[in-house]
């Protein structure tokens, strides 16, 4: 298993940047797949991005293309996702999600990823 913990989020007027962190615990965590996603107030949770285990592969939503940039550093256990650009419509909870994998895959699907964190809040003010 892995624990998971985000952390990062916070309010910023649009136009701004915020960098998101999430710190994995347990298993090694290079086993990993990682994914982020959010969740606005009413709304399904959403594929923002994800990379893969050694991070040569990254994948984006294509309403953050060119403005998220999603990274890993094995060394510290830790996934980051820097939000440039942002809009209004960026507000939202932010998860992280951990799948083990062996092969390199784009997992994009809610129901691809087998653990998650606790969220943290972007609020993105106009």
């Known amino acids: 298993q892995v624990q998971l913990v985000e952390s990062g989020g916070g309010l910023v007027q649009a136009g701004g940047s915020l960098r998101l962190s999430c710190a994995a615990s347990?298993?090694?965590?290079?086993?990993?797949?990682m994914g982020w996603f959010r969740q606005a107030p009413g709304r399904e949770r959403v594929f923002v991005a994800m990379?893969?285990?050694?991070?040569?592969?990254?994948y984006y939503a294509d309403s953050v293309k060119g403005r998220f940039t999603i990274s890993r550093d094995n060394a510290k256990n830790t996934v980051y996702l820097q939000m440039n650009t942002l809009n209004v419509e960026d507000t939202a909870a932010y998860y992280c999600a951990a799948k083990a994998t062996v092969r390199v895959a784009t997992l994009s699907r809610s129901s691809d990823y087998d653990y998650w964190g606790q969220g943290t809040q972007v609020t993105v003010s106009s």
């Open positions: 990379i893969s285990r050694t991070g040569g592969t990254t």
């Open positions: 347990g298993r090694p965590f290079s086993s990993y797949t």
